[in-house]
């Protein structure tokens, strides 16, 4: 059964940086496009950021460009999220979301509909 877990979310002062861990299991993912959503207070479900199955290639969301970083460790089958430079309208519940398919990196992968599993999420607050 694949499970993907968040960890590391927390509350933070604005300009304050975080990571978020995204630990996969039930299966290896290193073949595998990897995202990460959110969700704010009374609004709808956001893609953040997505990664190719082999890390070269990333897209980020316009509000994230320049402060957020995805990784992975293909080895660890976990993905990272580094947030830099956090501003309150950060503030939002963190999902992990990875592809079924394998070797896949298009025009899906910046939407939910191009992922199949998804974790329970984690929270980040940034707030004075």
């Known amino acids: 059964q694949v499970q993907l877990v968040e960890s590391g979310g927390g509350l933070v002062q604005p300009g304050g940086s975080l990571r978020l861990s995204c630990a996969a299991s039930?299966?290896?993912?290193?073949?595998?496009?990897m995202g990460w959503f959110r969700q704010a207070p009374g609004k709808e479900r956001e893609f953040v950021t997505a990664?190719?199955?082999?890390?070269?290639?990333?897209y980020y969301s316009d509000s994230v460009k320049g402060r957020f970083t995805i990784s992975r460790d293909a080895a660890k089958n976990t993905v990272y999220l580094q947030m830099d430079s956090l501003k309150p309208e950060d503030t939002a519940i963190y999902y992990c979301?990875?592809?079924?398919?394998?070797?896949?990196?298009?025009?899906?992968?910046?939407?939910?509909?191009?992922?199949?599993?998804w974790g329970k999420g984690t929270l980040v607050t940034v707030s004075p």
């Open positions: 990664l190719s199955w082999n890390g070269l290639t990333a």
């Open positions: 039930g299966q290896s993912f290193s073949a595998n496009t």
């Open positions: 979301a990875a592809d079924r398919r394998k070797y896949y990196f298009g025009r899906t992968s910046s939407t939910a509909d191009g992922f199949d599993y």
